[in-house]
């Protein structure tokens, strides 16, 4: 074992309480895993090495996100089909992004991304989602969404990004599907994920099993404010909170991509 691993004074208890009420929050009011805060606060604060962190970021998912769905689906916000549906398309799309890692150009990808992102944002902020509206399950709807859970698994598995930053803004924009209900069935879709994941991490032995768990049980405190407070915002304020959300992401994606582009 490493000694990342075995060394206490490696896990600062505090900054690791600390990433967990951050994350929590962030993803019950976003619908997303919290792995896109969770793994660059573990390498810059706990000073993990980046695939620790990943690994570790993955499982501490797993409690954060099983309160998320509570606190949705306790007042009808989660559409259960629909997750599963997107859950069959990501882990073919995950598979397949994890086979092209060494055969596509990350670097090129990853601008894409921030591209698509940048204009996602820049429809957030001018459309305004309904509560009141409903995804109909015909041959179609069923068709796009299994290809937009493929599409998520599969920059998953090439940029190591959380599929709630994809499917939430993608369920609104596209399916039509109300906010809140998007965010519920987001973290639905990535309970078995972030499961199956953490349960390959484990056996690679690339999962500080402490620092997990202090970041996901402390996620769970604040996860079910976080779904409060998106329950609680209009549709047009928590879209746009969302959209400035995304934009803060994109500046940080920008500048790893910068890095990146030097380093290669």
């Given at each position: 074992m490493t000694d990342e691993l075995e060394t206490e004074h490696r896990r600062p208890i505090f900054a690791l309480i600390g990433i967990g009420l951050l994350?929590?929050?962030?993803?019950?009011?976003?619908?997303?895993?919290?792995?896109?805060?969770?793994?660059?606060?573990?390498?810059?604060?706990?000073?993990?090495?980046?695939?620790?962190?990943?690994?570790?970021?993955?499982?501490?998912?797993?409690?954060?996100?099983?309160?998320?769905?509570?606190?949705y689906a306790a007042v009808g916000n989660v559409d259960w089909l629909v997750a599963l549906i997107l859950v069959v398309g990501?882990?073919?799309?995950?598979?397949?992004?994890?086979?092209?890692?060494?055969?596509?150009?990350?670097?090129?990808i990853r601008w894409a991304f921030i591209v698509f992102l940048a204009a996602v944002a820049v429809s957030l902020f001018l459309v305004v989602p309904s509560r009141d509206a409903q995804l109909e399950l015909a041959v179609l709807p069923i068709i796009g969404l299994v290809v937009l859970g493929f599409v998520t698994g599969v920059l998953s598995g090439i940029l190591g990004v959380g599929g709630g930053i994809i499917i939430v803004p993608m369920l609104i924009l596209l399916f039509g599907q109300s906010?809140?209900?998007?965010?519920?069935?987001?973290?639905?879709?990535?309970?078995?994920?972030?499961?199956?994941?953490?349960?390959?991490?484990?056996?690679?032995?690339?999962?500080?099993?402490?620092?997990?768990?202090?970041?996901?049980?402390?996620?769970?405190?604040?996860?079910?404010?976080?779904?409060?407070?998106?329950?609680?915002?209009?549709?047009?304020?928590?879209?746009?909170?969302?959209?400035?959300?995304?934009?803060?992401?994109?500046?940080?994606?920008?500048?790893?991509?910068?890095?990146?582009?030097?380093?290669?």
């Amino acid at each position: 074992m490493t000694d990342e691993l075995e060394t206490e004074h490696r896990r600062p208890i505090f900054a690791l309480i600390g990433i967990g009420l951050l994350a929590g929050f962030l993803s019950g009011m976003f619908g997303i895993g919290g792995g896109i805060v969770i793994v660059p606060l573990l390498v810059m604060l706990a000073k993990f090495p980046r695939r620790l962190a990943a690994g570790t970021s993955l499982g501490a998912i797993v409690p954060a996100a099983l309160v998320g769905v509570a606190s949705y689906a306790a007042v009808g916000n989660v559409d259960w089909l629909v997750a599963l549906i997107l859950v069959v398309g990501s882990v073919v799309g995950a598979q397949v992004g994890a086979h092209l890692l060494h055969r596509l150009p990350v670097l090129a990808i990853r601008w894409a991304f921030i591209v698509f992102l940048a204009a996602v944002a820049v429809s957030l902020f001018l459309v305004v989602p309904s509560r009141d509206a409903q995804l109909e399950l015909a041959v179609l709807p069923i068709i796009g969404l299994v290809v937009l859970g493929f599409v998520t698994g599969v920059l998953s598995g090439i940029l190591g990004v959380g599929g709630g930053i994809i499917i939430v803004p993608m369920l609104i924009l596209l399916f039509g599907q109300s906010d809140v209900v998007a965010k519920g069935t987001s973290l639905a879709m990535m309970i078995p994920t972030a499961i199956s994941g953490t349960i390959g991490n484990l056996r690679r032995k690339n999962v500080d099993i402490v620092a997990s768990l202090i970041v996901g049980l402390s996620a769970c405190v604040t996860t079910a404010l976080g779904a409060a407070a998106a329950i609680a915002l209009d549709p047009r304020t928590a879209s746009i909170v969302f959209a400035v959300f995304l934009v803060l992401l994109i500046v940080r994606l920008v500048v790893e991509a910068v890095k990146q582009g030097r380093q290669e």
